[in-house]
C-alpha cells in the first residue's frame, strides 16, 4: 500500500506540474498571493515586497549587473554563482596563487580582496509610472512628438526620484511600452571577494555537465558588500565597514521534499514569448546554427590551448567559460524549439489571434494585420538582424586583436577633440596601463588561429553581403599572415612603443597598420549599414509588439499575461520537482555527493578532483548538513528563470534560503521563447552543501556562524 501510494504521489507530482509561467513584477505581488498561498507559502505579500518595512527584497541585490546575489548575514555577507564571481576570482589568480584551482577563503574581514569596478544593487522601489509617463501625450501628436514628451516626463519623475538621497533611478518600458515603471536602486561600489571553492567543486562538470540535468556543481561565491561607517554606500575605503543590511535570508536546514514551494527571486535578463512565427523559424532555422558555428570554432582553438598549457587555462578561462555557456545553450534550445513544434504551436495561435480580431469592428482595425505585419517587417530586417549577429560573433567575440584595434581606433577619431581638450595625454596613459591587463590575458598563437579560422567561417556565412574590402580582396590565410606577422597590435612592445610619441604623423601610421584596417573597415559597414538597418526593423518591430501585446491582453482577458523579463527584479515560483522530459526519460529531484565520486570515476576531465577532496566526500562526515544520511547537492523546481537568474536565492515557504539558482535543464533553455511547464526545470545548488563546502571542507566555520541557520 506504501509502495503504491508513493507510486502515484510520483506519477501525479511527473505528470501533473504546478509550474506558474512568467516573470512577476514584485511591487504588484499582491495579485498573485492566494494562490502562492495555496501552494503552500506562509508569507504575505509584503514580507515579499514593502516599501516601508523591511521585506525580502532588500536581501537581494543585482550582482554587477548581470547576476543575482543574496545577503546572508547582519555584516554584509553575500552569496552569488562561482560563474558570477569568476572573473574576480580569475583577477586574482596567478600561478603562484591559483584561486581557480585551489580555492580562497579570506580568514578575517583584512584578508577580504576588494574588486575595483564590481557593484552591487539594492532595490529601494519599483512603482508603475505608466499614467504620469503618459500625461499630455495625445493621439493627434506625431511619433516624434510623443517621445519628446513622454522623455521631458521622465526626466522629472527620476530627478525627483533622486533628489537628496544618492539614490539612482530608471525608467523602464515593460510590454513593449504599455507600462512603465521607475526603478530606484542603492548602489554599492565596495564589494569584496570572502571565499571561493576550487573550480572542482565550484565549476564541477565543466562544459559537460553545463546546462544539464543530473547536476553536482557546487556553483557559489561568497562576497561581502560594504558602506561607509554611516551604513550608506561609499567608493572603496580602508575605512569602510560590513554593511549592515535591512533585511538578510535566514538558512533553510529544514528537510526538503517533492512539492515544497519553492520562489526565484532575482533579475532576470531577456526572454521574448510574443516573437512572430517566422522569427522563431529563422532563429533554429539560420540565425543560431551560424553562430553556433562561429562558436565552435573559437571554442576548438581555445579548449586545446588551454589542455595544453597551464598558462593558457589561466589567461583563458573566463572567456572560454562565456563563449562556450551561450553556445551549448543555443543548441538547447534548438533542440527544445523543435520538440515543442514551436513554429507550428506559433502559428495556430496566430491563427486564433487573428480570428478573434475579426470578432468586432475596432479590433479588426486594430488587431486585423498585426501578425502579417510582423511577418513582413520580420522578412525585411531579416538580413540587418543576421549581420548585426555575426558581427557580434565575429568582431567583438572572436579574436580580441580586433577588441585591441578598437582602443586605438577611438583615439584616431577622438584625436582633434583630445587634443584641443588636453586630454589625448590621459587617454593614452589609460590605453596604455589597459594593455597590461589585456595581455596578461592573451596568447598570440591562440589568437591566431581563432582570426583564420573564424574569418574563414564569417566570409562563407555572410555570403558575399556587407563584407569590407579586405576580405573580399584577400583570403583568411593571407590575411592572417599579413595581421599577425606585421601588426602592433598583437605584441605588448609593439602595442606600447605605438603609444610613445602620439601625434598626427603616428595617427596616420596606425591607420596603416593591417589589424587596424580591418577593424576600421568592419565598423564602417557595421555603423553605416548594419545598425541603421537593425534600428528601423527592432523600432517597427517594437511598434506592432507594443499594439500586439495589447491585443492579447484585451481579447483574451482570461489568459495569463505577464511582462518579458526586461532585467528588472521579478519573482516566480513553482514547487520542487523532477521531471520526465523525454519519453522513457526520467530525472529525479535531487543529486548527492554519491553522484560526484561516480562522475569522477568515468575519468573525463571535467570531474576532476582536487585530492583532499576525493577523501572528504568519501568521509562522509556530512553532519547537521545531511537529509536521511546523504548530502543533496543540487536539486530542480518548476520556476520559470533566465539568464540574469543566476545566483538567485532559491526561497522556501517561510522565506528562508534553500539555495542558490545557477541553471536551467537542457531540454528547458527555450523557455526564453516558449515555456513548458512539463519541461523546465531551474537548477539550484543547495544551501546545505554551500554550508558544508565551507564548514566541513574548507575550515571556513566562521562564516557559517555568521549565519543564522533555521531548523
Ligand atoms: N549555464 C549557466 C549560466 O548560464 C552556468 C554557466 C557557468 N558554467 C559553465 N560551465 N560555463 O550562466
Ligand atoms: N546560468 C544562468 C545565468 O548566468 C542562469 C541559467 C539560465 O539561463 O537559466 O544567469
Not at 505528470?15 to 513584477?25: H, P
Request: charged share 25%.
Amino acid at each position: 500500500m506504501k509502495f503504491l501510494q508513493l507510486a502515484l504521489f510520483i506519477l501525479l507530482t511527473h505528470t501533473i506540474s504546478f509550474a506558474e509561467e512568467g516573470m512577476l513584477i514584485p511591487s504588484v505581488i499582491q495579485a498573485f498571493e492566494s494562490d502562492m498561498k495555496a501552494k503552500g507559502m506562509k508569507l504575505t505579500a509584503q514580507d515579499i515586497y514593502d516599501v516601508n518595512n523591511s521585506s525580502l527584497k532588500d536581501a537581494v541585490l543585482h550582482f554587477g549587473g548581470g547576476c543575482t546575489a543574496e545577503l546572508v548575514s547582519d555584516k554584509g555577507l553575500l552569496l552569488t554563482n562561482h560563474h558570477c564571481g569568476y572573473s574576480q576570482i580569475q583577477s586574482h589568480s596567478s600561478l603562484e596563487k591559483d584561486y581557480l584551482k585551489n580555492g580562497f577563503w579570506a580568514k578575517n574581514y583584512s584578508d577580504e580582496l576588494p574588486n575595483p569596478g564590481l557593484f552591487v544593487a539594492r532595490m529601494v522601489r519599483i512603482d508603475d509610472v505608466t499614467e504620469t509617463v503618459n500625461f499630455g501625450v495625445r493621439d493627434e501628436m506625431s511619433n516624434e512628438e510623443k517621445v519628446a514628451k513622454m522623455k521631458e516626463n521622465m526626466k522629472v519623475l527620476i530627478e525627483d526620484a533622486e533628489k537628496g538621497n544618492g539614490y539612482k533611478a530608471e525608467i523602464k518600458a515593460f510590454n513593449y511600452g504599455n507600462d512603465f515603471y521607475i526603478i530606484v536602486k542603492e548602489i554599492f561600489n565596495d564589494v569584496r571577494l570572502v571565499g571561493t571553492p576550487p573550480n572542482s567543486i565550484g565549476k564541477f562538470g565543466g562544459d559537460t555537465d553545463n546546462w544539464v540535468w543530473p547536476r553536482h556543481t557546487g556553483d557559489f561565491s561568497v562576497f561581502r558588500v560594504y558602506s561607509g561607517t554611516d551604513n550608506k554606500p561609499a567608493d572603496f575605503s580602508e575605512s569602510n565597514v560590513p554593511y549592515a543590511p535591512i533585511h538578510f535570508l535566514p538558512i533553510a536546514m529544514t528537510p526538503r521534499k517533492i512539492g515544497d514551494f519553492t520562489m526565484v527571486y532575482g533579475f532576470p535578463g531577456t526572454t521574448e514569448q510574443h516573437l512572430v512565427s517566422s522569427q522563431i523559424k529563422y532563429i533554429m532555422d539560420k540565425e543560431r546554427p551560424a553562430r553556433i558555428g562561429m562558436r565552435e570554432k573559437s571554442l576548438s582553438v581555445i579548449d586545446a590551448g588551454m589542455r595544453s598549457s597551464d598558462q593558457i587555462r589561466i589567461q583563458y578561462s573566463a572567456k572560454q567559460a562565456r563563449i562556450a555557456n551561450a553556445y551549448k545553450k543555443w543548441i538547447g534550445q534548438v533542440g527544445g524549439l523543435t520538440e515543442l513544434d514551436a513554429v507550428r504551436v506559433k502559428e495556430e495561435y496566430e491563427a486564433k489571434y487573428n480570428e478573434r480580431a475579426q470578432k468586432k469592428p475596432e479590433w479588426a482595425v486594430k488587431y486585423g494585420s498585426l501578425v502579417a505585419e510582423m511577418k513582413e517587417t520580420m522578412k525585411k530586417g531579416q538580413q540587418y538582424d543576421f549581420a548585426y549577429a555575426m558581427a557580434v560573433e565575429y568582431i567583438f567575440t572572436g579574436p580580441e586583436m580586433l577588441r585591441l584595434a578598437r582602443s586605438y581606433s577611438n583615439i584616431m577619431d577622438n584625436y582633434d577633440k583630445l587634443v584641443e581638450t588636453s586630454l589625448l595625454e590621459e587617454e593614452i596613459e589609460k590605453l596604455d596601463k589597459g594593455l597590461d591587463g589585456f595581455f596578461k590575458n592573451y596568447d598570440v598563437g591562440v589568437d591566431r588561429q581563432i582570426f583564420e579560422l573564424l574569418t574563414d567561417e564569417y566570409l562563407e556565412q555572410m555570403n558575399g553581403i556587407g563584407l569590407p574590402n579586405m576580405l573580399t580582396t584577400t583570403s583568411a590565410s593571407a590575411l592572417t599572415k599579413s595581421i599577425y606577422n606585421k601588426s602592433f597590435l598583437v605584441d605588448i612592445e609593439d602595442a606600447k612603443n605605438a603609444l610613445k610619441k602620439v601625434n598626427k604623423r603616428a595617427i596616420k601610421k596606425w591607420g596603416r597598420d593591417p589589424g587596424i584596417m580591418l577593424y576600421r573597415q568592419l565598423m564602417q559597414k557595421f555603423e553605416e549599414e548594419t545598425i541603421p538597418g537593425v534600428r528601423e526593423f527592432q523600432g517597427r518591430m517594437d511598434g506592432i509588439l507594443k499594439v500586439y501585446v495589447e491585443g492579447k491582453q484585451e481579447m483574451f482577458p482570461d489568459a495569463k499575461h505577464w511582462a518579458d523579463a526586461n532585467g528588472t527584479m521579478r519573482i516566480t515560483y513553482g514547487q520542487l520537482e523532477g521531471s520526465a522530459p523525454n519519453d522513457g526519460m526520467e530525472y529525479t529531484d535531487h543529486t548527492t555527493t554519491a553522484g560526484i565520486l561516480q562522475k569522477h570515476a568515468t575519468g573525463n576531465p571535467d570531474f576532476d578532483l582536487l585530492p583532499d577532496l576525493i577523501e572528504t566526500y568519501k568521509k562522509k562526515d556530512f553532519g547537521p548538513y545531511a537529509q536521511d544520511g546523504e548530502l543533496w547537492v543540487c536539486f530542480t523546481g518548476s520556476n520559470h528563470t533566465t539568464g540574469g537568474n543566476s545566483g538567485s536565492p532559491v526561497i522556501d515557504a517561510n522565506g528562508n534560503l534553500m539555495g542558490l539558482n545557477f541553471d536551467r535543464s537542457w531540454e528547458s533553455t527555450m523557455s526564453d521563447y516558449m515555456f513548458d511547464p512539463n519541461r523546465c526545470r531551474n537548477i539550484t545548488v543547495d544551501i546545505r552543501y554551500v554550508l558544508w563546502v565551507m564548514d566541513k571542507y574548507a575550515g571556513a566555520t566562521h562564516l557559517v556562524k555568521e549565519m543564522k541557520l533555521v531548523n
